[in-house]
T-cell receptor, first 112, second 113 residues
Framework: QQPVQSPQAVILREGEDAVINCSSSKALYSVHWYRQKHGEAPVFLMILLKGGEQKGHEKISASFNEKKQQSSLYLTASQLSYSGTYFC?????????????FGTGTQLKVEL | EAQVTQNPRYLITVTGKKLTVTCSQNMNHEYMSWYRQDPGLGLRQIYYSMNVEVTDKGDVPEGYKVSRKEKRNFPLILESPSPNQTSLYFCASFTRDRAYEQYFGPGTRLTVT
C-alpha cells in the first residue's frame, strides 16, 4: 500500500517555507525523501531511520514519528531550484533486501 | 564518477518480442532495484536485490524477471512485453555502509506497441 503524501501540489514565492507530509499504515524501517525535476531521475534528499538517525543534505530537514508512521519534509527559505516533484518512500527490510514503496508525489513550484 | 548506467535509454518494440534493459553501477553497492514510473502512480518497485543471487519481488513484478550474477549488474528482462509495460524505467543502487544515498540511473523510456 502506497504511503499518502500531502499536499498534492503547492506553489510558493521564493523565500517562503513549505512542509510536505508522508503517512504510512505499515510499520517502517526508514523513510526516504527524493526530488525529481521534469525529465530527470529522482535525486536523494534524506533518509530517516527507525531509532532517530538521519542522513542527508545539510540544507534539508525532516522528521520521522515512528509511533504514527509519519514523516515530514521541511523546506525553508525556498529557492527557484527547489521546484520539482517530491516523493517519500517507505522502506521495509525483507529477506531479499529493501522493499521501497513510494508515494504519488507532491508537486512544488517556486515562483519569483 | 559515481554513477548508475542504463541501456538503452529509449526503446520502441512490439508485443511479445523479448528484451533486456541493462543496469550497471560502479560504486560497489550491494543493494539494487528496478522501478517503473507512470503518470499519477509515482515510482513503483519492480524487483530488488541485496547482493549477488539474492533478489525479491517488489510491488509490480508481474511480467518481469531479473538476475544478479555480478554485484555491479542488475538486468531487467521482459520475456513477452505487452503494451501495459510501456513506461519509464529506473534502476537504482545504494549501500548502508555510509551515506545510505540511493543513486538512480538516467531512465529507460520503453514503448510497447
Amino acid at each position: 500500500q502506497q504511503p499518502v503524501q500531502s499536499p498534492q501540489a503547492v506553489i510558493l514565492r521564493e523565500g517562503e517555507d513549505a512542509v510536505i507530509n508522508c503517512s504510512s499504515s505499515k510499520a517502517l524501517y526508514s523513510v526516504h525523501w527524493y526530488r525529481q525535476k521534469h525529465g530527470e531521475a529522482p535525486v536523494f534528499l534524506m533518509i530517516l531511520l527507525k531509532g532517530g538517525e538521519q542522513k542527508g543534505h545539510e540544507k534539508i530537514s525532516a522528521s520521522f514519528n515512528e509511533k504514527k508512521q509519519q514523516s515530514s519534509l521541511y523546506l525553508t527559505a525556498s529557492q527557484l531550484s527547489y521546484s520539482g516533484t517530491y516523493f517519500c518512500g517507505t522502506e521495509k527490510i525483507t529477506g531479499g533486501g529493501n522493499k521501497l514503496t513510494f508515494g504519488t508525489g507532491t508537486q512544488l513550484k517556486v515562483e519569483l | 564518477e559515481a554513477q548508475v548506467t542504463q541501456n538503452p535509454r529509449y526503446l520502441i518494440t512490439v508485443t511479445g518480442k523479448k528484451l533486456t534493459v541493462t543496469c550497471s553501477q560502479n560504486m560497489n553497492h550491494e543493494y539494487m532495484s528496478w522501478y517503473r514510473q507512470d503518470p499519477g502512480l509515482g515510482l513503483r518497485q519492480i524487483y530488488y536485490s541485496m547482493n549477488v543471487e539474492v533478489t525479491d519481488k517488489g510491488d509490480v513484478p508481474e511480467g518481469y524477471k531479473v538476475s544478479r550474477k555480478e554485484k555491479r549488474n542488475f538486468p531487467l528482462i521482459l520475456e513477452s512485453p505487452s503494451p501495459n509495460q510501456t513506461s519509464l524505467y529506473f534502476c537504482a543502487s545504494f549501500t548502508r555502509d555510509r551515506a545510505y544515498e540511493q543513486y538512480f540511473g538516467p531512465g529507460t523510456r520503453l514503448t510497447v506497441t
